[in-house]
């Protein structure tokens, strides 16, 4: 019996570690998730922030919010990035990323209560090729009187190919920064939100759409750029296969 006993302590103390440190602390709850998605509960009070009543002390939970409206609040969402190859400005998810998720989000904000705020991960491969990787976003959510406020952390952030399938190795993020921190990427500006100042300058990681504008924002038309993304994908394998075989040395 005691063997069974001290197995189940360490059986329980494995699985609490690894459940807490999955998201890089164990100061968050899990909540739901599933192969490219996973929602938690985070206490206010363990949200630590450099800048005194940047972050309120509580919140107005949970959050009533249908799926159709996350896809539009978040589906226009762009970011600007300095790569080694030039700037690149994009969406922050794919509409498709955003219909797989928008009913496990809706159903996590509506389970937050007012002494906490909601971490979302979501990992998500667009061009789908056997090459391209999962890129990950993290960001809190979290619902005041009159706004509903969003902070990213990392944003399409790329994966290694051995983390990609294991729950507790993608889902492993960075402590997401309230604070204006240099990153390399930054959200570009919309009429549909406004950005959140801290220590006088915007925080351009962190977004807030007013509440009395919720049913104004409608989900913009974008152009098709997944089968072009492919085709550039797999020019790129058939150009570098070409190159092997040029550089094999002939009898």
Known sequence: MKSISRFSFFAIVYVTFFFGCATGTQTKQLLYHNNNFATY??????????????LPQSFVHP??????????????LKYRRETSLGVLVNYIFDETELKEFASDLRDALGRIKPDEALLVISKYNSVK?????????????????????IVFGEVQKEIEFDEEGNYFDWSRIPEISFENVALNYQLLPSSDFEFRKVNGFSNKRWVVFSKSSLNQIKLEKRKKQGKELTRMVDKDIKSDSKEDDDAIIQD
């Not at 919010?65 to 539009?72: C, L, P, S």
């Not at 090729?129 to 406020?149: A, L």
């Open 41 to 54: 509960s985070v206490k206010r009070e363990k949200i630590k922030t450099k800048t005194e009543g940047s």
């Open 63 to 76: 959050i009533d919010i249908t799926e159709e409206k996350i896809i539009d609040l978040l589906g226009n």
């Open 129 to 149: 090729s056997v090459v391209s990787h999962y890129s990950r976003t993290s960001f809190y959510v979290f619902s005041t009187e009159k706004n509903v406020e």
